[in-house]
């Protein structure tokens, strides 16, 4: 691991030391204080990577300030500022300071993030949301299929939690409260798409990476590809693009239901790779010629209907939790190289060999150098439904918690298989484990998830502890891997790693 930051790290100490203090001399602190609620941390996290094939990752440190302020009886305003010195980022070059709400590869450090920024208006029936804000639907945890209004932060794959991951979108949220039924109501005027790394950065999807080559079956030999990451293309910016949901929800002797609608974008990457085919003539005499590939890896944005329902029940010392979601026009992504290698036929390149030949002689031998687009279809739409249950058992200090989950594809074709999908199903199950020691000031955690169709693996055991109120340390173990490399976790077994972090609220 690098110690890029080592100038740092000693003055992020000190202004742990000297921040309280410069706060409280202020002359207008007190004034401030009895105005705005100001709290927050300055959190280091460093990792140790377990395998050398990895990206460098160097240390992070995160500033995060929460305001309050209440306006009036009738209102409140809360802000959540985050600045961020990002080990992750290689290279950055975006040159801009604040995360923007179009762009899925930001590509700055250090940055700034706002979080969240809204005005609460309340009302006797009914309370109203206004600014960036985020959404919690559904009953699972961490993965919640009706749940689909914000985007996720996907810079650390899914490993941080979904509160974290899920980001804050410009939006009007309505919540109504009658003696029959709860609705709330969430419009966003325009989508705000999900954030990836780069492709050089650790975090980066390696099956959206382009293959290195694609093979011909000819004398020609596998053709050498480069891929390019095109940033997405967002829809414009009307009434018809906007994406809204609806919840309703009753609690019903002793059970907490819901009901739902969503109209809008997928929350998960969908991809497109049309492909530039270069033949250059290096030899005119022989015939020689050389043939490269540019893979364009474009994002696409397609809109979707997703029905939904929950519930939550109390017995005892245990909970259970279910979800269901179905998804009426869902768009998949197939496999880059299947596609690749069934578009590069021994006929199509014999029709493109020959327009080569035809624009050769046509320009005087002097046109050597010709490109030849290929626009594979990568995407298949399909109807789906994604559908979990959770149970949660509660003893003293102890929670333990586990959750079924699978998706189905009825209409799943074998002939032209799918990312992240065997079949038509998709099945795992998650574990989770807590327990405090010491007067509750240690914190000993467990979690794991299983998939049965790719076999992949993710086990995160960690440690926290409080030193005070107000300092938090954690350590912590993530190994990954799984049978398929090109699955959703199986894709970053070289990423396994050892993680420290350090807290400081206020």
Request: no cysteine.
């Given at each position: 691991?690098?110690?890029?930051?080592?100038?740092?790290?000693?003055?992020?100490?000190?202004?742990?030391?000297?921040?309280?203090?410069?706060?409280?001399?202020?002359?207008?602190?007190?004034?401030?204080?009895?105005?705005?609620?100001?709290?927050?941390?300055?959190?280091?996290?460093?990792?140790?990577?377990?395998?050398?094939?990895?990206?460098?990752?160097?240390?992070?440190?995160?500033?995060?300030?929460?305001?309050?302020?209440?306006?009036?009886?009738?209102?409140m305003f809360t802000a959540i500022v985050q600045g961020v010195d990002d080990g992750k980022v290689i290279d950055a070059d975006n040159g801009r300071l604040i995360n923007e709400f179009d762009a899925i590869y930001q590509d700055k450090n250090p940055f700034l993030n706002i979080d969240e920024a809204y005005v609460d208006i309340y009302s006797d029936n009914a309370d109203f949301r206004i600014g960036i804000q985020k959404f919690a639907w559904g009953r699972l945890d961490e993965i919640n299929p009706s749940d689909n209004l914000n985007t996720e932060d996907l810079t650390q794959a899914s490993l941080n939690e979904e509160s974290e991951r899920k980001i804050g979108v410009p939006a009007f949220k309505a919540n109504v409260y009658t003696d029959l039924i709860n609705i709330e109501l969430?419009?966003?005027?325009?989508?705000?798409?999900?954030?990836?790394?780069?492709?050089?950065?650790?975090?980066?999807?390696?099956?959206?990476?382009?293959?290195?080559?694609?093979?011909?079956?000819?004398?020609?030999?596998?053709?050498?590809?480069?891929?390019?990451?095109?940033e997405i293309d967002l829809p414009a910016f009307t009434l018809d693009n906007s994406e809204l949901g609806i919840?309703?929800?009753?609690?019903?002797?002793?059970?907490?239901?819901?009901?739902?609608?969503?109209?809008?974008?997928?929350?998960?990457?969908?991809?497109?790779?049309?492909?530039?085919?270069?033949?250059?003539?290096?030899?005119?005499?022989?015939?020689?010629?050389?043939?490269?590939?540019?893979?364009?890896?474009?994002?696409?944005?397609?809109?979707m209907q997703v029905f939904g329902c929950d519930f939550s029940t109390t017995y005892g010392p245990f909970t259970i939790r279910g979800e269901y979601a179905y998804f009426d026009g869902k768009y998949y992504t197939r496999k880059t190289e299947d596609v690749?290698?069934?578009?590069?036929?021994?006929?199509?390149?014999?029709?493109?060999?020959?327009?080569?030949?035809?624009?050769?002689?046509?320009?005087?031998?002097?046109?050597?150098?010709?490109?030849?687009?290929?626009?594979?279809?990568?995407?298949?739409?399909?109807?789906?439904?994604?559908?979990?249950?959770?149970?949660?058992?509660?003893?003293?200090?102890?929670?333990?918690?586990?959750?079924?989950?699978?998706?189905?594809?009825?209409?799943?074709?074998?002939?032209?298989?799918?990312?992240?999908?065997?079949?038509?199903?998709?099945?795992?199950?998650?574990?989770?484990?807590?327990?405090?020691?010491l007067q509750n000031t240690m914190e000993a955690n467990l979690d794991m998830i299983y998939n049965f169709n790719f076999k992949y693996y993710l086990v995160r055991p960690w440690l926290a502890y409080n030193f005070s109120d107000s300092i938090k340390a954690t350590l912590g173990l993530i190994w990954l891997g799984g049978e398929d490399e090109y699955s959703l976790i199986g894709q970053y077994e070289d990423n396994d790693q050892v993680y420290a972090k350090l807290r400081y609220s206020f």
């Open positions: 691991m690098k110690i890029r930051h080592a100038l740092t790290i000693p003055a992020l100490l000190a202004s742990l030391a000297i921040a309280p203090t410069a706060f409280a001399a202020g002359e207008g602190f007190d004034k401030l204080k009895e105005a705005v609620s100001i709290n927050g941390y300055l959190e280091s996290n460093g990792i140790y990577a377990l395998e050398d094939s990895s990206p460098d990752e160097d240390p992070s440190y995160m500033f995060e300030l929460r305001l309050k302020s209440e306006l009036g009886s009738w209102g969430g419009w966003i005027p325009r989508y705000v798409p999900y954030r990836l790394a780069t492709s050089e950065e650790r975090w980066f999807p390696p099956v959206l990476r382009a293959p290195v080559t694609i093979p011909t079956g000819t004398l020609i030999g596998d053709i050498p590809v480069t891929g390019i990451y095109e919840r309703l929800s009753r609690y019903i002797a002793g059970w907490d239901l819901s009901v739902s609608y969503f109209r809008g974008y997928d929350t998960m990457p969908v991809y497109t790779v049309p492909t530039e085919l270069i033949i250059d003539l290096e030899n005119i005499l022989s015939f020689e010629t050389a043939v490269e590939a540019l893979a364009h890896v474009k994002p696409q944005l397609h809109q690749l290698a069934d578009e590069i036929t021994l006929a199509k390149q014999q029709d493109i060999m020959e327009e080569f030949l035809r624009e050769l002689i046509r320009s005087g031998f002097t046109k050597t150098r010709q490109t030849f687009l290929l626009e594979p279809d990568f995407e298949l739409q399909m109807d789906s439904m994604k559908y979990g249950i959770g149970l949660d058992y509660i003893h003293g200090d102890t929670t333990l918690s586990g959750q079924l989950i699978q998706e189905y594809i009825p209409d799943y074709d074998e002939h032209k298989p799918i990312r992240f999908n065997d079949g038509g199903y998709d099945t795992i199950i998650t574990l989770a484990f807590k327990h405090y020691f």
